[in-house]
């Protein structure tokens, strides 16, 4: 054998190491027997080795040792995955029922939340209900889109006459007066009588709107410094997150106002100015043209011109700020005011406007952009009362 020991594959230079390995040899050919090497019994002859106090020192052994130590750190990567799931298994079967629970609980919040939602819109929809029931219409003063239409063609107004009233068969004879002897004084603006009953209950009442066919059928309310507070309160002046339409803070009714900027929120339940989005369609402008808005003092019937979604921007701005063109008695501003809506209107309309129109602007909050308005522009129809 040239000097050299040999074992199997293993080559020994002298006889001290040959003996060493023939007696890791014959001992691990006993444990194999019983312990085969493998992941299941790794842990198994690990123990063994420990308790038997064997030191494995023959290149053999220490080969048989590193096959042992790569089973047992699988066997330990197997254990603690064992672990991890055990762990969580009896996480989820301890909280279960706390899980379960707070399902149980969200479930009920959104029931609650959507109840609230409901009965809140609900109530609003009953107290308007209630107004509009206190509104004495004593005349027809509303005109249907075909008669518009035919006063619009035609360039007719509607004029009230009255016969003369005779007495014994002769006509009452005018006086004698000359206007100018007439003494002219200001007169304060006189209430609707349609409109007294609910003026009486609440004197911030500004006015009513109503668009046939889309639900909007509200009070318009006014305060003088506050434009905010009716848009969280209802007629009765109660908290209310549906509120009710406000006339902006800046436009007075009294004055003869030649845009009137009516503000109401988009709710999610379509009451208020919720059902204001679907004008952004030309199909839903062509089925509903015109808008109703009385002041408590003047009727008023009104023919949408445009509509278009701007925003609330900075003070500092220079970009077109719809909300502040209230002022138009100067035929610069109403061109300011026109050609800037032209730039930025959805779609064209069928109605025209002119240098000394009165409109109105119905304002409510668009979710497609920061602080984004959508509004519809109306123009008043003079003559069609």
Known sequence: MNGKYRIGKYVFENRVDYEKARRDLEFLSVLQKQYPLNQDNALTIRGILKKSGISLQSQIGLDYLDRLEKFLKEADRRRKKEKRRRKMGRFWQMNLSAIAGLLTVMLCAVGVYTFVNFYSSYRSNRKVQELQSLIVREDVYMADAGAVEAIEKTGDSIERTEEPME???????????????????????????????????????????????????????????????????????????????????????????????IHGHNMRSGTMFGGLKKYAEQSYYQEHKYISFDTVYERGYYEVTAVFISQVFDSDSEAFKYYNCLDMSDEEDYRYFTQNIDKIKLYDTDATTQFGDTFIMLSTCDYSRENGRLVVVARRMEGAL
């Open 167 to 261: 007495t014994a068969g002769e006509a009452i004879k005018e006086p004698e007066v000359e206007i100018s002897e007439i003494p002219l004084e200001a007169t304060a603006p006189v209430l609707l009588p349609e409109y007294g009953e609910l003026y009486a209950l609440n004197s911030d009442l500004a006015g009513w709107l109503t668009i046939e066919g889309t639900g909007i059928d509200y009070p318009v309310m006014w305060t003088r410094q506050d434009s905010s507070y009716y848009l969280s309160h209802n007629f009765e002046k109660e908290e209310d997150r549906n509120g009710l339409l406000v006339l902006d803070y800046r436009c007075d009714i009294g004055v003869g106002q030649q845009n009137y900027l």
